[in-house]
């Protein structure tokens, strides 16, 4: 009798445990990605520029100590400072002051470097029209299930950031490569932080869906330096990097910190200029959503022992993570937001100004009016 | 425009309708149209234009005057000048660490240079050698030899010898492509030898640094600006003065920066940045930025034309303090000669500036360390070059070292002065193109009074024969006035120089005469109609290479060549035309410069220093190739002449 309720208690544990992790199924996929990719660009050469490669190789670290893999990443920098002849500590690029952060570290993999940085590079690698021969290792090999970190570095203006100081690239194109990649399929999700002078320009443009994007400047804002090193003799690191990277060592793959946090980063009291995000076209909650969707490439795992059927999930999910608002269409890749209407929006209604044809008009009045009164012959009295 | 094009169709589309009938009428057209060709070729405009133009043209020209010498002088206004500031993002800051600690060991190793200097009794070739291999530097020696044209009596030279020394520390880890140059001058006597010592005292530190990414040369030239240009041409391959020299054994990449170094005293009280250099030449305005920031960092204090800046720009002598510091720099730049043995490198394109250590009776000092923290500090940034410097001004003028002028805010000044020539010339030629009585066929008339070519032409040929005579007789003759006068070679050079100068006076007024006949009233019309022009490009042109000098030319020329005619009173105007002569002029700036500098002399000194600078002035020419000597005697003095011309036009 023992036996049996023993028996019978366990056997409904049992059936308990595996309903429950039936319905905790769908928060393993809340996120909807199912792999991380990181591409890390610094756009500026020259030893007075160090800062800009510390600000991409600190990012690189963070997302490479939370999980991204290096071959998930394509890092691109176009200059060498850690072996640069006026480098006073070869091999390094530190991040901090008096040499605490090492950010250059042990294994950098850097996809491309020096003058491969150009806008076609990148522009090829986000929408992947690159030459088959190609390794896979400087490839974005995302597809419609990945989340994808997008970080650049560099200096800028207003709507363009330049690469080298050879060329630049525009928010238009960069919108549009962000659409093209959407169109092929090649994003889930996906978070551009750009730390340049008058960031807030290079993401107004957007128009693809599932964009979030920060900046760490307004438009007509610099963006300033940090960290001055008297020894090394440059800034070490930009101010909004460097902050990012302070929140950045802070974040474990476990962490719940979630983007919120994120835009929090670096206040106009730390960075001098004022760090904008735009979240209009992304479909979540900034506040549910992890930074380690970004920034790691964390898998949950639960261990069980139960065969668990997933076929009918995917409703559970949805009913599940509809939380905020309904998540209709997420699957669908056309037409989930009328960009249409976006791109074609009708440009801002100027100050009023008189229709074109009654200045026409005006003018012929004069001219008649004046050679009714002076006649052609008088005409050389007004020279 | 428009109404007149629109006037214009209207008729054509009434001409059109009419085309088979209207031969007259067309005709009427062509007038109408003729008459209505907008402002300048407009008749009846034009004329008024140009009765407005030449009723008021001496007002005028005195307004411009007037305004343009007080442009001048509003330029060391603070208000009206620019701050400088570094333009040059690789230099950037002066964020660096200057670790530099060995003042007391290069002022030791000084010490003993100079006990070897006075051992060997001139430059002690072999002890720098060995002293600067033992530092580590690849040390290379260069002999040269020139005989100068005539002796020089101011540094007491005339068959010159000598060796120049340099090291080449390579850059640890970078292409040897790039380069940057110290130097510090050998001087005779107890000079520099605290400037050795300090150069040597880097190369040893720097030799222990593994950031620099270019080659520093260390070089110790002799005979400053000799050893200079023989260094200069061995190492670019090229000789443009006939200079005997060895070749250089060892090079560095190309020259980005040098800096030339003076000092005298173990510690000092400013350091004095000089930037003129050959031809009126100035190093890129960031070479300066960067001296005074660093100095500003460390804590020296510094000087431009040996005056220290002042914060009372308001005040009457702070605003005197300013105009006489830019007048330094305006006298200096004039003079064409390299005021330091930097001046000689810009000649290649290589910013260069001297730095020299005065030591007054100022309580706060600056000991060797601070001096070698700062050279230090500039070499590093120096060394974080990319490209050369070109991000800042290179036409500039400095009411103090902070301030500057740039070329567009001093340029109106000189252009103000340049509008009276031509408003001259245009006076001149419409006096020339409107005969008094006014015929229906006032044609043939003009043509009849028009002067011949050769009533133009003999007076421009003869000036300027006196002035290629002003050229080559004092150097070509010195030998034959040493046989027939008592005098030594170089006062024999000078005076024949200005004996021909005088001479010239006295020579070609009137000479047309000869060859044309009697000169007319067109015919003095016509030469000064030349003249005028020919000032005005001549100054022009001198004015956008070398603005002072241009400037204070155009101050005594343009008066001259606007008053001149054969009608106004004779002593008095050929007075006037002498003392406002170059020669003249020179005389002046000699005066005016020693009383700038807060040490007048009497007359007699100023006279003794007046042939002494003509002397130089031609030794720079030949030795270093100066243009000055040869624009005056060639170009500026043959000009004067013509207006000598038109005085005594008869």
Redesign the interface.
Known sequence: MEMLTLLCLFSTYLLASSINIEENAGQFFSSGHTNNWAVLVCTSR???NYRHVANTLSVYRSVKRLGIPDSHIVLMLADDMA??????K?ATVFSHKNMELNVYGDDVEVDYRGYEVTVENFLRVLTGRLPPSTPRSKRLLSDDRSNILIYLTGHGGNGFLKFQDSEEISNVELADAFEQMWQKRRYNELLFIIDTCQGASMYERFYSPNLMALASSQVGEDSLSHQ????I???LMDRYTFYLLEFLEDIHPASKTNMNDLFKVCPKSHCVSTPGHRTDLFLRDPGSVLVTDFFGSVRKVELTMETINLTGHIKQWEESAADGEPRKETYSYSDQLPVSEIIHQKPKQKDWHPPDGFILGLWTLI?LV??KTYG??H??H?? | MLRQRTHVTSRCGRVMDRRRSSEPRRQDRVTVDNNNMGLLSDPNRRRALLGLLTRLNAPICVVCYMAGVAWFMGLAFEPFTLRTYMSENAMGSTMVEERFPAGERALATGREFAAHKKKTGGMPVDWLVRTMQARGLEVFTQSFSRTLPFPDENKERYMVKGTNVYGILRAPRAPRTEALVLSAPCNPGDENNQAVGLLLGLAQYFRNQIFLAKDVIFLVNEHDLIGMQAWLEGYHHTNTTGMDWSPLQGRGGSIQAALSLELSSDIITSLDLVLEGLNGQLPNLDLANLFYAFCQKIGVLCTIQGKLQRNDWDSVSGYSHAVQTMMLMVMKQASGRPWGDHGLFLRYHIEAATIKGINSFRQYKTDATTIGRLLEGMYRKLNNLLERLHQSYFFYLMPSLSHFVSIGYYMPAFGLLAVILLLRALDLWVQLMTPPPRTEDGVIDIEQSSPGVLSVLTPLVISHLTGVALYMLPVRFQEMAVEHFPVSETEAVVLTAIAVYTAGLALPHNTHRLLAGEGTEQGWRVLKLVAVLYLAVLLGCTALINFSLGFILALTLVPVAAFVTPHVPKVLSAFILVILSPACTLLFSVFFFQELQEMPVSFQDGWVLYLSVISQGILDHVLYGSLVYPLIALLVYPCWLLFWNILFWK
């Open positions: 020259f030893w007075f072996c640069n002849h006026r480098n006073p070869p001055p090193d008297l020894a003799g440059v800034h001219l004046f050679f052609i012959k005409l050389k007004i020279f």
